[in-house]
C-alpha cells in the first residue's frame, strides 16, 4: 500500500503515502521532475497539543482512506485515540490549475477547550537536483517560496476566517549537520527564519484554540508554475476564489470526465460499480496531457531498486486506453497516438519505454543478445499493440481525418516493421517479451503481431492503398500458419518462445499465462482449440496460488521482487486473474470470472488502489501500488461481463 491516494491534472501529479504525507509530487509533466521522490523527501505534518507533539508517522495515529464519490477527490481520516484528536483531510490536485490543496478539519474529543497546532512541512528536490534551491517567505503574498531555475512552488494556507497561517520557518535538510527544519515544529514553536539555499525545507503553522467536542478548518495549498509570476498567479487566484472553490469545481470537472461511463455503470452488479469509475480516474491521472501514460508514479521502489516505474511503455500505454477506447473517450487516445507519432524510430518500431516528454526512456536490454544475436533492443509487442489500438480506434470511429493524419506517419512505418521483421517461416524475428526479461520469439509477441497486421490491413484497405492491405494480410496468414509451433503438445501448453541458434531451433517451455492470454485475446488460435483448451489447464494447475486458487503469478519460477529463495511461491498478479477472468467470460463460465473479480477487489480493503503484484501469504502489496495496467484489466474485465450478459 505504497500510495493509497493519487491525485492529479494532466501535468501535476500528487502522490499521499499511507501516512497522508505528500511522497511524490510531479510537476510540469505527469510522470517527469518527481520534486518528492524517495524516503528522505516526503513532507511530514506534525500536530502540537497542550504541550504533546506526534509525527503522523510515528506510530500513534490510525488512518483511513477513501475518495469522495465518482471524483478524484480524496478523504484522509488521521485519528490519535491518545491525544483525543481527529484530522481529516480533503484533498485535490486542482483541475484547472497547478494546485495541490487540502481543507483540513481539524476535531477536538475532549471534553476540554484545547489549543491544538497543525504543522505542514515542505522538502523539494526541484528537478531532481540535490543542489542550489532556495526557500524564503514572501510577506506581501503571506507565503512561502521554493524555487529553482524554471520550477517554483508557493506554500500558504489560511484559517476558514480568511486568516494566514500562524507561523512559519525555512532552513538546511540533510547538509552541514541539519537534519531538517521540521525539527523546529517539535517544541510547538516556529523559529521564522526567512530565507535559505541550498539542500532547503520548511514549515508553516497553523494555531487553534477548539472548543470541547467541537472542530475547526484551515485550508493549505502548493501553488507551481514555471515562473515566480505564473506559481503567485495561482496562488493569487486560490486565496480570491478560496480552497473550497477549487475542491468543488474539481469534483466537477471529475463527474462531468465520469459521464462516458455513467451508462455502463449502471449495468454492473453494485458491488463493482466504484471500482471501476475508480480504475477510470486512476488511468485518467497518470496520463499526462501531452499523451505519454505512465505505469505507475509510486516511487517507493527508488529506496531499494535502480529506477522507478514512472515511464511510458507503449505496451502498458495501450492496454490502459483500452477501457477507454471501448467506452468512447477520445482526447487521451488521439494525444497518446501523437506521442508515439512523435518516438517512432525510422526504422518503424517503438523503443522499450520513454519519459513523458518523449525522451528515450532507461533500459536493461543491449543491442548484442543471447546465442550473439545482432538486433534493436525491443519489444516488437510493443510497437505491435499500439498498431492494434489505431486500427480499433479507427472501427469505432471511422474519422477520415484520423486515417489521413496518422496512415503515413504510423500505421505504414509500423507495418511494414512488423511484415518483414520476420524469419523464413513467417515467424517475428525474435525480441524481448513482454516482461522484459527474455530474449526470443515468443507466442504471445506472436499473437498481438499477427493481429495488428491484420488491423493495418483494413486500414490499408479504407486509405486507399489495397497493395500494403494484400502484403500485411500476406505476412498476417504466414504468420498463423507458422504459429503452430508454439504449442507443446508434451507439457501441453503453448510455448513461452523459440529461438533459432546455428541450425537448431530452442525452445522455453516454461508455462507463462501471457502466452495463453495473447493466443485467446488476439486470435491466433481458437478459443476451443485442443491447443487453448488444454494450455489453459496447464496454466491453472501450474500457476494458481496455494491458497486462493484465483490468485495466478505470471509464469513459472517466477523471481521477480519474491522473498526469500527459489523454493518460495512467486508472487500472484492481479493482472493474470483478471486475463483469466475474461477468458471465463469468453467460454460462458461466468462464476468464475465473479471469483477472480472478487479477489482482486479484496486486495483493496485498506485503499482503493491495485498494486502489482501481491504477497502469495499474506496478500499483502509487493513492488508498486498503483499500477496502472491492474486498474486498466480491471475496467476491462467489468466491461466484458457487462458484454457477456447482453
Known amino acids: 500500500m505504497a500510495r493509497p491516494i493519487v491525485l492529479a491534472n494532466g501535468e501535476m501529479h500528487v502522490g499521499l503515502n499511507r501516512y497522508g504525507e505528500v511522497h511524490d509530487f510531479y510537476f510540469p509533466y505527469v510522470g517527469l521532475e518527481n520534486h518528492a521522490a524517495a524516503d528522505g523527501l516526503r513532507h511530514r505534518i506534525g500536530v502540537w497539543v497542550e504541550g504533546t507533539f506526534s509525527w503522523f508517522d510515528s506510530g500513534e495515529w490510525e488512518f483511513h482512506y477513501r475518495y469522495h464519490d465518482r471524483s478524484l477527490v480524496s478523504e484522509i481520516l488521521a485519528e490519535n485515540k491518545a491525544l483525543q484528536l481527529r484530522i481529516e483531510f480533503t484533498d485535490c490536485v486542482d483541475a484547472a490549475q497547478a494546485a495541490f490543496v487540502r481543507n483540513i478539519h481539524i476535531i477536538n474529543m475532549a471534553s476540554t477547550e484545547r ?218 487516445l488521439l494525444n497518446f497516438f501523437s506521442f508515439a507519432r512523435r518516438t517512432l524510430q525510422a526504422d518503424g518500431y517503438l523503443y522499450h519505454k520513454y519519459q513523458a516528454d518523449g525522451a528515450l526512456g532507461s533500459s536493461w536490454h543491449p543491442w548484442v543478445h543471447a546465442h550473439g544475436i545482432v538486433g534493436p533492443p525491443i519489444q516488437t509487442d510493443e510497437t505491435a499493440i499500439v498498431l492494434f489500438l489505431l486500427g480499433q480506434y479507427y472501427r469505432l470511429h471511422a474519422d477520415r481525418k484520423f486515417l489521413t493524419d496518422y496512415y503515413e506517419h504510423l500505421v505504414e512505418p509500423m507495418a511494414n516493421f512488423l511484415a518483414y521483421y520476420t524469419d523464413k517461416s513467417g515467424l517475428p524475428l525474435p525480441s524481448y517479451d513482454l516482461w522484459e526479461q527474455k530474449y526470443s520469439t515468443h507466442t504471445y509477441t506472436t499473437a498481438i503481431t499477427y493481429a495488428s497486421l491484420l488491423e493495418a490491413a483494413d486500414l490499408a484497405d479504407e486509405y486507399g492503398r489495397s497493395d500494403d492491405g494484400a502484403r500485411w494480410r500476406a505476412a498476417a496468414d504466414a504468420m498463423k500458419s507458422a504459429a503452430h509451433v508454439l504449442y507443446n503438445p508434451d507439457k501441453k501448453c503453448f510455448y513461452k518462445g523459440v529461438v533459432d541458434h546455428e541450425g537448431n531451433r530452442i525452445y522455453d517451455d516454461t508455462v507463462d499465462a501471457s502466452s495463453v492470454f495473447g493466443v485467446f485475446m488476439y486470435g491466433l488460435f481458437d478459443i476451443e482449440s485442443e491447443e487453448v483448451t488444454s494450455s489453459l489447464e496447464t496454466v491453472t494447475a501450474v500457476l494458481a496460488n496455494q491458497a486462493e486458487s484465483k490468485a495466478f503469478i505470471r509464469y513459472e519460477h517466477d523471481g521477480y521482487y519474491r522473498d526469500g529463495d527459489d523454493t518460495t511461491e512467486s508472487n500472484p498478479w492481479p493482472v493474470v486473474s483478471l486475463w483469466m477472468a475474461q477468458i471465463a467470460l469468453e467460454r460462458g463460465d461466468e462464476k468464475s470470472a465473479h471469483e477472480a473479480i472478487r479477489w482482486v477487489l479484496s486486495l483493496t480493503r485498506l485503499s482503493p488502489v491495485i498494486a502489482e503484484q501481491v504477497r502469495p501469504q499474506t496478500f499483502e502489496s509487493a513492488s508498486v501500488a498503483p499500477l496502472v495496467w491492474s486498474h486498466a484489466e480491471l475496467a476491462s474485465t467489468l466491461l466484458d461481463l457487462i458484454q457477456a450478459k447482453e
Open 115 to 332: 489549543e491544538v497546532r497543525l504543522f505542514m512541512h515542505q522538502i523539494f528536490v526541484i528537478s531532481d537536483s540535490r543542489l542550489s534551491d532556495t526557500v524564503q517567505y514572501l510577506p506581501e503574498d503571506q507565503a512561502l517560496m521554493h524555487y529553482k531555475g524554471r520550477r517554483v512552488f508557493v506554500i500558504s494556507g489560511e484559517h476558514d476566517d480568511g486568516t494566514p497561517f500562524d507561523e512559519f520557518s525555512v532552513g538546511l535538510a540533510g547538509i552541514e549537520g541539519c537534519e531538517g527544519t521540521y525539527r523546529d515544529a517539535e517544541d510547538g514553536t516556529l523559529a521564522g527564519n526567512a530565507v535559505e539555499h541550498g539542500r532547503v525545507d520548511s514549515v508553516v503553522g497553523f494555531y487553534r484554540h477548539i472548543k470541547p467536542l467541537s472542530s475547526q478548518r484551515v485550508f493549505y495549498w502548493v501553488a507551481a508554475g514555471r515562473s515566480t509570476h505564473e506559481a503567485l498567479l495561482v496562488h493569487g487566484r486560490l486565496k480570491e476564489h478560496s480552497a473550497l472553490h477549487s475542491l468543488t469545481t474539481t469534483a466537477q470537472y471529475w463527474r462531468t470526465w465520469l459521464v462516458p461511463s455513467e451508462y455502463v455503470v449502471k449495468r454492473l452488479p453494485e458491488e463493482y460499480r466504484q471500482a471501476f469509475q475508480q480504475s477510470l480516474m486512476f488511468i485518467k491521472a497518470h496520463t499526462d496531457k501531452r499523451g505519454a501514460v505512465l505505469a505507475s508514479l509510486d516511487t517507493t521502489m527508488l529506496n531499494y531498486a535502480k529506477d522507478s516505474y514512472s515511464y511510458c511503455w507503449p505496451r502498458d500505454a495501450a492496454y490502459a486506453l483500452w477501457p477507454l477506447l471501448r467506452l468512447g473517450y477520445t482526447d487521451e
